[in-house]
């Protein structure tokens, strides 16, 4: 089945450091792949999507770009805020071979993130 | 409401008791889909409803789990006899487009089973 696996956290890192999330995947159709972010208190929020090999998603400063022959999404940032303080979700979206998908997700396990001024 | 809706926020019970958990989704959208997050976990999938109808209830861990959704906006999901091990916070999200495959989450119900 499909399945969503992040590195291990939790991160901490100063501001203005440079951020990776690695995140590879394994899944039986053509995914779409999310990051989604849980920052304190609050719901799930799509940080950033893509739908296809080799796009790009990024949003806030965020960006990840989709590689089939790596069956990777690494979310990258090149210079974190005590803001950006939250729990980073990598997910995806299996449309399966006939090309549609209702939204199922599968989210790998979070990496907590904290940053220290 | 502007989001998704999830009520109550916090549902303390004790093991065997019988528990309801609500959600009401974004206005308009037809598709609403129900996880669990356990601690230090990402949400596990439970059941997906398209309108009134659950059209992919395969992530339900067992028949003490049910979920309804009568007129295609608020969903129900129930569970009878809890044990400690449902403890976990139930997530909903809703959708619009199935085309875009963005959820739009709700701050969930943490529910814990004594």
């Known amino acids: 089945g499909d399945s969503v696996t992040q590195m291990e956290g939790p991160v901490t890192l100063s501001e203005e450091a440079f951020l990776t999330i690695n995140c590879t995947y394994t899944?039986?159709?053509?995914?779409?792949l999310f990051w989604y972010v849980q920052y304190p208190g609050e719901g799930l929020q799509l940080l950033l999507k893509?739908?296809?090999?080799?796009d790009k998603g990024s949003n806030k400063g965020f960006e990840a770009t989709y590689r089939k022959e790596t069956t990777s999404f690494h979310l990258e940032k090149g210079s974190v805020q005590v803001s950006d303080s939250a729990v980073y979700f990598c997910?995806?979206?299996?449309?399966?071979?006939?090309?549609?998908?209702?939204?199922?997700?599968?989210f790998g396990q979070g990496t907590i993130l904290t940053v220290h001024p | 409401g502007a989001g998704v809706s999830q009520t109550p926020s916090n549902k303390v019970t004790e093991k065997g008791k019988y528990v309801e958990l609500r959600c009401d989704p974004i206005s308009g959208h037809t598709a609403l889909y129900w996880y669990r997050q356990s601690l230090g976990q990402g949400p596990e999938f439970l059941i997906y409803?398209?309108?009134?109808?659950?059209?992919?209830d395969s992530g339900l861990p067992n028949d003490r789990f049910f979920a309804v959704r009568p007129e295609g906006s608020v969903s129900t999901l129930k569970i009878q006899r809890t044990e400690r091990g449902d403890s976990a916070v139930y997530l909903c999200?809703?959708?619009?487009?199935?085309?875009?495959?963005?959820?739009?989450f709700g701050e969930g119900s943490r529910l814990t089973v004594l």
């Open positions: 997910a995806l979206s299996d449309s399966g071979a006939g090309g549609t998908s209702y939204g199922k997700l599968t």
């Open positions: 893509a739908t296809k090999a080799d």
């Open positions: 899944a039986t159709g053509y995914p779409s």
């Open positions: 999200a809703s959708r619009s487009d199935r085309a875009t495959g963005e959820l739009f």
């Open positions: 409803f398209q309108g009134t109808g659950a059209a992919d």
